[in-house]
């Protein structure tokens, strides 16, 4: 790992020289760039800078982003943007090896916009999937925009605002469906809904843990089993992106259903974004747990 790592260093160190950017001057050398790590990101960076900066995604489409690796191009790409959103922690090591050699470049570690993180041996990524947690992302983005773009400062911060009141009405939705409901525990194979639980009142049981690529143990699988047993849960949430084989052994277990949950690590398929995303979670979540919808 460490002889990639200073490859990687020596590339980002020419790729910075190489343009004559480093009087730190975006607009000299045309578009403002801005990198954001994978999908959620993008989706905030984007409402945020509108038509005045470019937004790419690093995370490839069906490349799971825990644990992304980069190719030369990326990498290069890095050291060159104008901005870079990500999430740190652990949650895309080989993005945060390459950040760390980057003095000049901005950077919204979106999990430093958060008053509080859910820590479970390592902190919770998935901070997202609360719409008002994601909200104060797309403000630490404005601030930043504001310092690279002074003149289009006022466009950043009412862009924020905007997305901002969009959140809060998707945040009211969530509170009102899941206000009254028959059960409150989310059974699922990847621990994504942290946030989302905590924020709705909510509690989330994970087969798999925060790392949807981890292997849970039998133990774990027949504990979340005697769970839901107990608890009368009727679905099982499971990923699309991953196979539902220890969900279905749960569900087949306990007589109960598989369904999709899409944690948005991708982006969403057509012409669907992250609101309509969430918004078809909420209409399983409510449907799952038996609430009585307003
Ligand atoms: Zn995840």
Not at 65 to 84: F, N, T, Y
Not at 171 to 192: F, M, Q, T, W
Not at 238 to 249: G, K, S
Request: hydrophobic share 45%.
């Amino acid at each position: 790992m460490r002889p990639l790592v200073s490859a990687l260093a020596a590339l980002v160190v020419l790729a910075v020289g190489g343009c004559g950017r480093a009087g730190g001057d975006p607009g000299a050398s045309g578009g403002t760039e801005v990198i954001a790590a994978f999908y959620p990101l993008e989706f905030v960076a984007t409402e945020i800078v509108g038509r005045n900066a470019t937004v790419t995604n690093l995370s490839p489409p069906g490349v799971e982003p825990h644990d992304l690796e980069l190719a030369p191009d990326q990498v290069r790409s890095l050291a060159q943007a104008d901005l870079i959103v990500y999430i740190g922690e652990g949650f895309q090591p080989a993005v945060e090896d390459v950040i760390d050699e980057l003095s000049r470049t901005r950077m919204v570690d979106a999990l430093d916009a958060q008053d509080e993180l859910i820590e479970a041996g390592a902190a919770d990524p998935h901070i997202w999937l609360d719409p008002m947690r994601l909200a104060s992302v797309g403000n630490v983005i404005a601030r930043e925009m504001a310092d690279i773009d002074a003149g289009n400062a006022d466009v950043y911060r009412d862009n924020a605002a905007d997305l901002a009141s969009v959140l809060i009405e998707l945040d009211e939705e969530y509170s009102a469906a899941l206000e009254d409901c028959d059960r409150n525990e989310l059974v699922v194979s990847h621990e994504a809904f942290g946030y989302l639980t905590e924020r709705y009142g909510l509690e989330q049981v994970g087969v798999s843990g925060i790392d949807p690529e981890s292997e849970p143990s039998p133990g774990r699988v027949a504990e979340v089993a005697e769970f839901a047993r107990e608890h009368g849960v009727t679905t099982i949430f499971f990923e699309e992106q991953v196979a539902p084989d220890i969900a279905q052994v749960i569900a087949d277990e306990i007589g109960a259903r598989v369904e999709v949950l899409d944690p948005l690590e991708f982006k969403p398929e057509g012409d669907s974004d992250y609101l309509d995303v969430m918004r078809s979670n909420l209409d399983s979540i409510s449907a799952a747990l038996g609430c009585n919808r307003p």
